[in-house]
């Protein structure tokens, strides 16, 4: 790696005594924003040797971080090089989301020292070896640094908008592919996200205990040498006694598996009965699907909305080292078949079931839960990750109902019942609010509703409009019914003093600015106002970035003067920081207001703007396409044609690019007849398109057609 860049230095001492140098290098109007990476990447390697025993190996470790670069960052051994992206941070150029991408990426890049370099793969058939387990690696590392709960919150919400779309299309593949026409092509949610949850499903099926002894058995017994996925498994059984035969199939079925449980509760003997059924849905190639082996962690609240203790239920067929987790309150059930049953005794009522804690298995769930059992869970589930799934199927629920009524032209009504349980978060954090007893970045995460893209993705057929204007209806219904407490929330977590990267200030921020992009959801000109002072007075990019999107977003009157006058002043201020103009590119990209395909037209233009810069192209192009449902799905087409166009231009110049961003298109099949038709005639267009790249031609065709193709012939 050469360049005119200048660099910082530091040490680590492992824990055997030998002296590490780190250096990262970048470029010299960048070598102010390091330091943090540096603090990110001490804190992994001291992380890496207490969690899995893994101590560094060189006597150097460099990063290099540059300002184009296809990828978040490569780990090339002793020496990883990174996109700026994933590298600078400074509290008045980056949001907290930036600090902990920083400290993630690099963690991750750091950890595939041993998990990628030192044990390698032996094909790309294997890239989930290395990708999935260090992402999970990457997970707990960030559920160590800061709140586990919004952690894991925000690793199912990706793996939900990212990779079940994934799954459900014409792409859908296993985490270790059976063919490919471009490696790159399967750098994928699939590979990394689901990759991560396979093996975070054998830690639990394990206990973190015996996990430990599989992976030290897997580095030991593979150092230096490329292996697969069997591999991997095959430690763990060893290390364990256990057979995972079965377990295997995650390997290789493609498809987001269902998981449709009921309940029986027996008064006179008290037991209650859980009944479990699974089922995946065909995918290219694989029209049935074998049972999988999946761990189901699950509590029982009693009436009180206390955890019923429950005795272990394991089964002959099952391996020994399934058990309770760590946390006493819950239970691992072992689902292996079609359809079984579990009987608990000493069930003194009826209970509700907590199910599927943690997100224990990248599956959907199914069971008819009640609103009024929604909000008993949202109030009192011991476990973070279904209360705020609790919060989000009740959300969920409101929001497809008023989709029906949308579509039926009938009255819009917002069940109280959801007012009443964001009401009772946000009391919950006005009263803890100086104790600390509450994790107010979790009640944040709580009162943001479900992505429209997931929300789509619900749906049989998706209305796009529909479910818009529903979701913005309950946002609007919340924000004018609980002004005063959201008023009172924003006040009381106000930053005092200097700004501070921890995670109490972080979760105070992120509550802060959740409840002002309620507040600014009315026409509300004192709203607007306070939005707007915060943009003029905030002193770290966290706050100034929140206050310019929430103007940007609103359709207020009065919010138009002070978005162009906000917009216009953060490009002059920022103009030399790239990663900030990213962000201003990336929020008007992501506006769901009516006339933003135009102004990501217009902004395709402006001298800030270049195609070949790949953070650029992400920022207002992806950002678009991806994130903004609303508009990308205009029922005109618009937004198809300017993906087709823009994949047609990219892939004479990045193909790799450009068979990335593509993938919308493919996703045809979620939407109606009309908007098919639309998105099928934009890939068969960018299919005629002369010399088209292997990376295009595999994803286009296989968009269309889910079946075996060939590779293109050039002109």
């Known amino acids: 790696m050469a360049g005119d860049l200048q660099h910082i230095e530091d040490k680590f001492v492992t824990q055997s005594g030998r002296e590490v140098t780190l250096q990262i290098f970048t470029e010299a109007h960048n070598i102010d924003k390091v330091a943090y990476a540096m603090t990110s990447l001490k804190n992994a390697m001291a992380w ?70 030192r044990v390698t793969c032996r094909d790309w058939f294997q890239l989930s070896l290395k990708e999935g387990f260090t992402v999970l690696r990457d997970q707990q590392f960030s559920s160590d640094m800061g ?7 925000n690793d199912v919400a990706t793996l939900r908008t990212a990779q079940f779309p994934e799954d459900a299309g014409p792409m859908a593949h296993s985490i270790r592919p059976d063919s490919y026409i471009e490696i790159n092509n ?74 449709a449980i009921s309940s029986d509760y027996d008064e006179g003997a008290n037991t209650y009965t859980l009944h479990v059924e699974q089922a995946c849905p065909a995918t290219p190639g694989q029209e049935s699907k074998e049972p999988f082996h999946l761990p189901l962690s699950l509590g029982l609240l009693d009436e009180s909305g206390q955890d019923i203790a429950l005795e272990e239920n394991r089964r002959p067929a099952c391996p020994e080292g399934a058990q309770a987790s760590a946390r006493k309150r819950d239970l691992v059930l072992n689902i292996t078949q079609d359809k079984e049953s579990f009987t608990f005794e000493n069930i003194e009522s009826n209970p509700i079931p907590s199910l599927l804690r943690g997100f224990s298995a990248p599956v959907k769930l199914e069971y008819d839960y009640t609103r009024d059992e929604l909000m008993f869970l949202m109030s009192h589930d011991s476990d973070g990750f279904n209360r705020w799934e609790a919060g989000q199927r009740l959300a969920v629920d409101v929001i497809q109902e008023i989709v029906r009524q949308i579509q039926t032209g009938a009255e819009i009504v917002v069940d109280d019942r959801l007012v009443k349980a964001c009401e009772n978060n946000l009391n919950q954090a006005i009263e803890h609010d100086r104790d600390g007893s509450i ?4 009640i944040a995460t709580m009162l943001v509703m479900s992505q429209e893209t997931y929300l789509a993705e619900l749906a049989k057929v998706a209305d796009v409009d529909a479910i818009h204007q529903a979701r913005e209806a309950v946002r609007g219904e919340i924000a004018t019914r609980l002004k005063g407490l959201l008023l009172s929330v924003y006040k009381l977590n106000q930053d005092a003093g200097q700004y501070q990267l921890d995670a109490k ?41 929140a206050a310019i999107r929430a103007l940007v977003n609103s359709g207020a009157e009065t919010a138009q003067a002070g978005k162009e006058k906000a917009l216009t002043g953060f490009f002059n201020h920022w103009s030399d920081e790239a990663l900030v103009i990213d962000q201003w590119f990336s929020i008007q990209a992501a506006c769901p207001l009516p006339d933003t395909l135009q102004r990501v037209k217009t902004l395709m233009t402006h001298s800030a703007f270049d195609m070949k810069n790949p953070n650029r192209m992400r920022s207002l192009v992806s950002t678009f396409a991806f994130q903004n449902n609303v508009n990308f799905h205009q029922r005109n087409g618009g937004g ?76």
Not at 188 to 209: C, F, H, N, Q, W
Not at 439 to 442: Q, T, Y
Not at 690 to 700: M, P
């Open 640 to 715: 198809y044609v300017f993906l087709a166009d823009r994949v047609i231009e990219l892939d004479a110049i990045n193909p790799q690019m450009a068979a990335r961003i593509l993938s919308p298109l493919t996703r045809w099949g979620k939407y109606d007849e009309q908007r098919q038709d639309l998105m099928k005639a934009e890939l068969n267009r960018i299919l005629e398109t002369e010399n088209l790249s292997e990376n295009v031609f595999e994803v286009a065709s296989k968009g269309l057609k889910p079946v075996e193709v060939l590779k293109p012939q050039s002109g």
């Open 505 to 545: 200030a972080i979760a105070r921020r992120s509550l802060k600015n959740m409840a002002l992009s309620y507040l600014m959801q009315p026409n509300d000109t004192e709203m607007v106002s306070l939005c707007i002072q915060q943009f003029e007075k905030a002193d770290n990019m966290t706050d100034t970035s």
């Open 147 to 153: 709140s586990a709960t919004v952690c894991r919150i």
């Open 186 to 259: 399967f750098y994928t949610a699939t590979v990394y996200e689901k990759g991560a949850e396979v093996v975070r499903m054998i830690s639990t099926l394990l206990g973190p205990d015996r996990f430990r002894l599989g992976t030290d058995l897997y580095f030991d017994r593979h150092d230096g040498q490329a292996v697969t996925t069997e591999d991997f498994v095959k430690a763990m059984e060893d290390a364990n006694d256990i057979d995972l035969s079965q377990f295997r199939l995650w390997y290789r079925q493609a498809g987001t598996p269902v998981l």
């Open 48 to 117: 890496d040797e207490k969690v899995y025993g893994r101590e560094y190996d060189l006597d150097i470790f460099m990063i290099v971080a540059v300002e184009s670069f296809n990828m978040g960052a490569m780990e090339n051994k002793g020496l990883n090089i990174f996109n700026t992206s994933c590298v600078l941070a400074r509290p008045d150029t980056t949001t907290d989301a930036g600090y902990q991408r920083v400290e993630g990426v690099v963690a991750h890049e750091y950890f595939h020292n041993w998990s990628g370099n």
């Open 439 to 442: 994790d107010k970045a979790m």
